[in-house]
C-alpha cells in the first residue's frame, strides 16, 4: 500500500537550520509529482513545495521562497526539505504528499518548533 | 492566489442528521484541459488529512456513500446524508487547478 513517511523534525533555533526527509512506498516514486504542506499550531493547511519526477520541475510558496530548498533521489525514493533562515512562524507540522493530477496520500507529519 | 472560503467554520450536528458544508472559490476552477480540480480533505484530530474527493465528486476508495462532493465553477458543496460519530473533525477543499494550491480555512464538524 502507499506510504510516505516523514522525519527530521525538531527544535532549532530562530535562524537555524533543519533537513526534512520523506520516505515514499508502494508505488513508483519516479512517476510521481511529491508536495509538502504545512500546518501551524491549531491552524489550517498551507502549501509549501512542489518537486517534479525528475525534479526539474520546483516551486515553493512566496512565504518560504529563498529560504527553503526541495530535492528528490528516486533511487532512494525519498524527498527532503532543506529548511533554512527559519523563523517562528515556520513552527508548524510538516506533511510530505503524493501528488498524481491531485494531492492525494499524506504522510504523519512531523513536528519542526523553532524557538529560542 | 485563488482564495477558497469556505462555510460554516464550525458546525455541530445531531447524529442521524445530514450537514452540508460550502466551499466557494474568488475564480472558477474549471482548467483549460476541462477538468475541475477541487479536492475534499477529512482530518481527525490528531491525524494526517484523508482525501474524500477529487475532481469535485470522484470518491476516493473506501469513502461512504453518505459522503457526496458537487458543484461546479466557484461553488463546491460536501454533503453528509447522515452524520455518523466518526466523521468528526475538519474538513477542507483544496484547489488544484490555478498555481498555487489553495486550501479553504476548514469546517470543523462536531457532535451536539
Known amino acids: 500500500q502507499v506510504q510516505v513517511v516523514e522525519s527530521g523534525g525538531g527544535l532549532v533555533k530562530p535562524g537555524g537550520s533543519l533537513r526534512l526527509s520523506c520516505a515514499a512506498s508502494?508505488?513508483?516514486?519516479?512517476?510521481?509529482?511529491m508536495t509538502w504542506v504545512r500546518q501551524a499550531p491549531g491552524q489550517g493547511l498551507e502549501w509549501v513545495s512542489y518537486i517534479g519526477p525528475s525534479g526539474s520541475t520546483i516551486y515553493y510558496a512566496d512565504s518560504v521562497k529563498g529560504r527553503f530548498t526541495v530535492s528528490r533521489d528516486n533511487a532512494k525514493k525519498s524527498v527532503y526539505l532543506q529548511m533554512n533562515s527559519l523563523r517562528a512562524e515556520d513552527t508548524a507540522v510538516y506533511y510530505c504528499a503524493r501528488h498524481g493530477s491531485e494531492i492525494d496520500y499524506w504522510g504523519q507529519g512531523t513536528l519542526v518548533t523553532v524557538s529560542s | 492566489d485563488v482564495v477558497l472560503t469556505q462555510s460554516p467554520l464550525s458546525l455541530p450536528v445531531t447524529l442521524g442528521q445530514p450537514a452540508s458544508i460550502s466551499c466557494r472559490s474568488s475564480?472558477?476552477?474549471?482548467?483549460?484541459?476541462?477538468?475541475?480540480?477541487l479536492t475534499w480533505f477529512h482530518q481527525r484530530p490528531g491525524q494526517s488529512p484523508r482525501r474524500l474527493f477529487y475532481k469535485v465528486s470522484n470518491r476516493d476508495s473506501g469513502v461512504p456513500d453518505r459522503f457526496s462532493g458537487s458543484g461546479s465553477g466557484t461553488d463546491f458543496t460536501l454533503e453528509i446524508s447522515r452524520v455518523e460519530a466518526e466523521d468528526v473533525g475538519v474538513y477542507y477543499c483544496l484547489q488544484g487547478t490555478h498555481w498555487p494550491p489553495t486550501f479553504g480555512q476548514g469546517t470543523r464538524v462536531e457532535i451536539k
Open positions: 475564480q472558477s476552477l474549471l482548467h483549460s484541459n476541462g477538468y475541475t480540480y
Open positions: 508502494g508505488f513508483i516514486f519516479s512517476d510521481y509529482y
